[in-house]
C-alpha cells in the first residue's frame, strides 16, 4: 500500500524514541521504502534532506533515513527539511512473466502512490536431469540436481527485466521472484541433501545478484518427488543465508505439518521475512488461525484472488486491528485484479481511520 507522506516533519525530538531502528545515510525515499520491505518490524521513516540537529542530542545528516518499528505510532515533529512516511499496509501482488504486466502493475496506483509494496514473478525449479523442452537453465552450468529453470515466457523476460526492475525501484517497489516446483524430482520439500540445498541457494544468489531482484518466493507445489521432512527448513535455512539481507518469502499452504522440523536451530518459519496466504476462498480469519505462533502478525499477509474472494470490511478491519502485515492478490494480469486491489486498500484505510 502506499506511503503515506507527510511534509515537513521528522520524528519529535522529545518522543519517546525506543522505538528507533536505525539511522541508513546516503539514501532516498524510494531506497528508503525498499529497506522497510526487508523488516517487517519497520513502520514509518523520516528522510532528512537538509541537516538536522533535535533538542534530544541527536543529528542527521542530508540523505539519512531514520527508520522506526510499530511499537509506537509515529510523533511527528516540525522539521522544514525533513519529510515522514508511515505505510498503512504491505500490498504485494503476483504478476505474469511478461514485462507490459509488471509494467501494468508497477502503475497500479492508490491515493497517489503505488500501491504495490512488492511484484511477483514466477521461475521454475527442475531437476537437472529431466528439464522439460523448451525450459532452460537460469544459472548455466550449475550442476544441480535442483536448478534454477525458465520457460519460454521467463526467457524472453530476462534480458528485457533491467528497465523494469530500475522503475520498481525508482518507486520503492520490490520485486520478488518466486521458485515453483515443476512436476519432475525437484522441489522445496524435496531435497534430499544439504549439499543440493547449498548450490541451490547459490543459484538463487546469483539471479538476485544479476538482476537486481530483491527476495526469493517459496511456491512448493507440483513436485512429483519423494518429501524430506527436514527439507523446507534445510532449504530456507541455505536460501536465507545466501541472499541476506533480501527477503525470503513464501506463498503459505498445507505447510504447517513442517513447523516441527528444525535445521541449526531454525525452522522453515522462522527463517522467512514474509508469509501470504493462498486460501483464497476462506474468510482472513480461517485463512491467518493456522499461522498464528508461527509467524508473527507483522510477517503475515492475507491471500486474494479475484476468482475465489469476497472481501469484506469487517474481514479487512480484523486483519488490521490483530496487527497483520498486509495483503496478497493472485493473479494481479486477471482483468478484475487492480480492481480487486483497491477495494482491498480502501477497506484497510477505513479500519485504520475507525481506530
Not at 503476483?94 to 509488471?102: C, F, G, N, P, Q
Not at 520439500?189 to 517459496?218: K, M, N, R
Not at 524430506?228 to 504447517?256: E, F, G, H, Q
Not at 479475484?306 to 493472485?330: F, R
Request: aromatic share 12%; charged share 10%.
Amino acid at each position: 500500500m502506499p506511503w503515506t507522506m507527510t511534509a515537513n516533519v521528522a520524528q519529535y525530538g522529545g518522543a519517546d524514541w525506543n522505538n528507533y531502528v536505525k539511522t541508513v545515510p546516503n539514501c532516498s525515499p524510494a531506497a528508503a521504502k525498499l529497506i522497510a520491505f526487508q523488516d517487517p518490524a519497520i513502520t514509518y521513516f523520516f528522510y532528512c534532506r537538509g541537516p538536522l540537529v533535535l533538542g534530544n542530542g541527536r543529528s542527521f545528516d542530508p540523505g539519512d533515513a531514520v527508520f522506526f518499528n510499530g511499537t509506537e505510532k509515529p510523533w511527528w515533529g516540525s522539521a522544514p527539511q525533513c519529510d515522514g512516511y508511515a505505510r498503512l499496509c504491505l500490498a504485494v501482488g503476483y504478476v505474469a512473466t511478461d514485462v507490459a504486466s509488471m509494467q501494468a502493475a508497477l502503475a497500479l496506483t492508490y491515493d497517489g502512490g503505488p500501491a504495490l509494496d512488492a511484484v511477483i514473478f514466477t521461475v521454475n525449479l527442475n531437476d537437472a536431469a529431466t528439464i522439460p523442452s523448451g525450459y532452460a537453465q537460469i544459472v548455466p552450468g550449475a550442476q544441480g540436481p535442483t536448478v534454477l529453470t525458465a520457460n519460454q515466457s521467463v526467457q524472453a523476460l530476462l534480458p528485457a527485466i533491467a528497465p523494469v526492475v530500475s522503475q520498481a525501484h525508482a518507486q520503492g517497489t520490490s520485486v520478488l521472484m518466486c521458485g515453483l516446483n515443476n512436476h519432475d524430482a525437484a522441489g522445496w520439500a524435496e531435497f534430499q541433501s544439504d549439499a543440493d540445498a547449498t548450490q541451490f541457494a547459490g543459484q538463487c544468489a546469483t539471479v538476485l545478484t544479476q538482476y537486481g531482484f530483491d527476495g526469493v518466493d517459496i511456491d512448493d507445489e507440483y513436485s512429483a518427488g519423494t518429501v524430506n521432512d527436514d527439507s523446507l527448513a534445510m532449504a530456507s535455512y541455505r536460501v536465507d543465508a545466501a541472499i541476506a539481507p533480501k527477503t525470503l518469502s513464501k506463498a503459505l499452504y498445507d505447510d504447517t505439518q513442517y513447523a516441527r522440523y528444525g535445521y541449526d536451530g531454525t525452522t522453515l518459519f522462522s527463517n522467512l521475512t514474509w508469509g501470504w496466504t493462498m486460501s483464497y476462498w476462506a474468510p482472513p480469519q480461517q485463512q491467518m488461525q493456522p499461522y498464528s505462533g508461527l509467524m508473527s502478525n507483522d510477517q503475515l499477509c492475507c491471500g486474494f484472488w479475484d476468482q475465489q474472494s469476497n472481501p469484506t470490511q469487517d474481514g479487512i478491519s480484523w486483519l488490521a486491528d490483530n496487527g497483520y502485515a498486509g495483503v496478497m492478490v493472485y493473479a494481479m494480469s486477471d482483468g478484475g485484479s487492480p480492481a480487486l486491489l483497491d477495494t482491498l486498500l480502501g477497506y484497510w484505510s477505513n479500519a485504520l481511520s475507525e481506530t
